[in-house]
Structures are given as structure tokens and as C-alpha cells.
Nanobody
């Protein structure tokens, strides 16, 4: 049974930082691309960052230079360090596990991030 459990969301002032965690169970990172997506109210879900088992990363243009995705294979946990947060970063953030083969997508339940003064 695959489970992705996010934590670390909350309310932060503009310019502040948060670190999201995604604890994964039932998966082997070597067969997955792990990532974070977000969905703001009234908007479509969008990809934020992704990391392969080899450590390659990709970021949405809107978060490049501010967000960092990383993974700890020993803990089966993926992190999203978010710095210099802006009000437009306000959204529900979802952990995503993309199984390479056979292809399948797993999602966490989401954690809310609110950036406001």
C-alpha cells in the first residue's frame, strides 16, 4: 500500500520560509520520480518541483531560485524548502509519486500554505 503523507504547511509572512515534508511508504525511490504540485483557489494544479532517484531536479519558472527539492532515501522522505515566499505561493501543496514502470501516479492528501501579512 503506497502512502504519501505531507506535513509542514502553515501561515507565513511574505519573505518567510517553510519546509514541506513528504513521508513515503510502500515505494522504492529508484522506480519513482517524486515531486510537488500546488493548487491555488480557483486555479488548476501545477507542477512545482521534481526530483529523480539520481538526484536530478526540475522547477517551475515561478519558483526557481527560491524553492529547493531534496530527498532522503534512508528516510523515504522528500522535502520542499521554500524561501522568499510570496502571496502568490499560497496554495495547497501535494506530494506526487510518479511510478516509472508500470506507470502510475500517487498523490498525498495535501498541505496548505498561506503567505500573508
Amino acid at each position: 500500500q503506497v502512502q504519501l503523507v505531507e506535513s509542514g504547511g502553515g501561515l507565513v509572512q511574505p519573505g518567510g520560509s517553510l519546509r514541506l515534508s513528504c513521508a513515503a511508504s510502500g515505494i522504492t525511490f529508484s522506480n519513482y520520480v517524486m515531486g510537488w504540485h500546488r493548487q491555488a483557489p480557483g486555479k488548476q494544479r501545477e507542477a512545482v518541483a521534481a526530483i529523480t532517484s539520481g538526484g536530478s531536479t526540475n522547477y517551475a519558472d515561478s519558483v526557481k531560485g527560491r524553492f529547493t527539492i531534496s530527498g532522503d532515501k534512508a528516510k523515504n522522505t522528500v522535502y520542499l524548502q521554500m524561501n522568499s515566499l510570496k502571496p502568490e505561493d499560497t496554495a495547497d501543496y501535494y506530494c506526487h509519486g510518479k511510478k516509472i514502470f508500470p506507470p502510475y501516479d500517487y498523490w498525498g492528501q495535501g498541505t496548505q500554505v498561506t503567505v500573508s501579512s
